[in-house]
């Protein structure tokens, strides 16, 4: 690493990028080794109170803390907000990173990184100032339909924990991925499932635990220009000092595949997620083939004209297996879906539909065979609303994993799902992550919000689930570092169709893709290939001699849904 000063300004050279802050100028540059460029990077980012909107008014000269192999440069600012403000930039050989240092107090809304209020330049004036980018093409590991690996970078994108029907919404299928987008200069290609070439720069979060209380991570972009934005919807305080997440940024990648290795790589030299599992401590029912009954539900409900959760039923369930056998299936795992319970927020069996659901689980357990049990989160059904994250009308929005009472009662119900004097089940497929509670005027018991309050309920589900059972089996669709430890197995969940903007659905492509991006965030964690929805006879062929190769084989759809 060459650190310069000149009358220009200061430049640090390393073997992957050249980073070079212009005298007087409220930019930065960073290019590649040759000089070729990829961002003109803002420095001047807006931190946003509940009471006041974050501008930065003036901007000193960088100072530089040279280190063996780390260089620091602070840039000192005044902001209308706060008392305090800096932004620091850490330079190390491969990679550099960028946060705040706030210093005040208040209550945060959004945290725009690269971009900003500014009116710290008389030349340039006073308003927004985004960053300048020299490259087209995003790519993000959030699958959202219709389902392309890459876009435009002049298009927007969020990394988030929300999503469900309305527009704009339709992102839940990982809850969430990792929290990194990467970007290539060439433009997308036609192929929705083909990528640019290189090289690739990512750009990914650094968030100690605990202080992700984000419910988004998103990426802005325009024309010509780029920033980052963090929601934290006024839950996040800030009382004396505090310190942003941090944006690293990592050039020189080969995919963005490799993008996201790098950045969970980045995030385990910091120790900030757990260390990637072996495995060689699974036990082997877990990599046995799975049924799940949602597909043959969602069939009968159509050719009966009800809903698909009426039908989860011990008799249709005794069908469904009768049937699997007669044709010589004969899966290691069962998975019994939406609804055996009489109510989502409690796990005791409908006992018009399940009348002796122990009974079942131990006639499966006979044939050699485990059984999981589907399991919403969040869902608020049954609960009494002081153990809720509540609106301001007062209604129950979402199971609250700090409150004492839920913790208490979620720690019984797994010990009736799955202890040995309860259903005796082997473990959870978790479901609707994305209804994780936000907004501005709901109310929770504890601290915790965003990305943490996720992380809560998955840590008390898993931590509980292996309290009632040892080797219970906790599936879940959060393939992002910071989740590794709370879950055994990663769902692929529900795949998209392509026909509203191109012909065809490439199925394997697309769950492939989604392996990919599971495999390079959490590589010690099983996958669930799943299967839903197929869209033909000839696809789900094509998918079930692919899923061996990609994780644990999965059937969920029937034969029934493409005739």
Known sequence: MRISRTRAGLSVVTGAYRLFFPAGRPFATLDDPTGRPWAQLALAWSAHRLDALDETAAMEDPEVTEGPAVTTIRVQQTSSAWQGKSLLVECREDELSLWLELSGEGALTDLHLLAGYSSADERYGSGWFPSERFFETLFSPEPHGPERIVRPAGTTAAIDIVGGPGPGRGHWFFTPPPFCFAFARDAPPADPYGLPSGPWLAAGLLTAPGEQGFTAFAYEGGEETFGFRLQFEGRTRVSGAWRSPALVLLPGRADPYEALHAHRRSLERRALV????????????????????WGAQVHLADELGIRAPDLCTRERYDGFMATLEEHGVFPGTVVIDDKWQASYGRGEADRGRWPDLRGWVAQRHARGQHVLLW???????????????????????????????????LEATLQLMLGRDGYDADGLKIDFTASAPSGPGLEAAGREWGVELLHALLALIHRSSKAAKADALIVAHA???????????????????????????????????????????????????????????????????????????????????WA
């Open 274 to 293: 757990p260390v990637a599992r072996t495995p060689t401590d699974r036990p082997a029912w877990w990599r046995e083939p799975i049924f799940c009954g």
């Open 375 to 409: 399991w919403k989160a969040w869902d608020p059904e049954g609960l009494p609303a002081e153990w809720c994250v509540r609106n301001a009308a007062g209604r129950a929005v979402a199971a609250d994993p700090t409150s004492a009472a839920y913790q208490a009662h």
């Open 479 to 561: 393939p992002n570092p910071y989740f590794a430890d709370v879950a055994d197995m990663m769902r692929l969940n529900d795949m998209l169709r392509l026909e509203r903007v191109v012909p065809g659905t490439d199925v394997v492509r697309q769950m492939s893709h989604r392996a990919k991006v599971a495999a390079a965030a959490c590589p010690g964690l099983l996958i669930d290939t799943d299967d839903w929805q197929v869209p033909d006879l000839a696809a789900w062929r094509e998918y079930l001699l692919a899923q061996p190769l990609l994780g644990v084989p999965c059937l969920s759809t029937t034969r029934p849904m």
